[in-house]
């Protein structure tokens, strides 16, 4: 299966940043047509495009819920 990586970009509205995917590891360039506001819904389209992507796990104060983060 192609594999894919989902990257955020910046964006005018709130929250101020979007996602899209894009091949990996191949020699075409494809990149996801439309900007996605929830990872996965990113995710489920670059699987129904037919692309493979690994999930990583979130760290850093970055990650999503930072570092005043109550899930644990």
Do not use: D
Request: proline share 4%; glycine share 10%.
């Amino acid at each position: 299966m192609k594999k894919a990586e989902i990257y955020s970009v910046t964006t005018p509205a709130a929250p101020g940043y979007a996602w899209k995917w894009r091949a990996t590891g191949g020699k075409t360039k494809t990149i996801s047509k439309a900007q996605f506001k929830f990872y996965y819904e990113c995710l489920e389209n670059a699987l129904r495009a037919g692309y493979e992507v690994e999930l990583t796990h979130a760290q850093g104060m970055t990650a999503p819920g930072g570092s005043q983060s109550e899930m644990r």
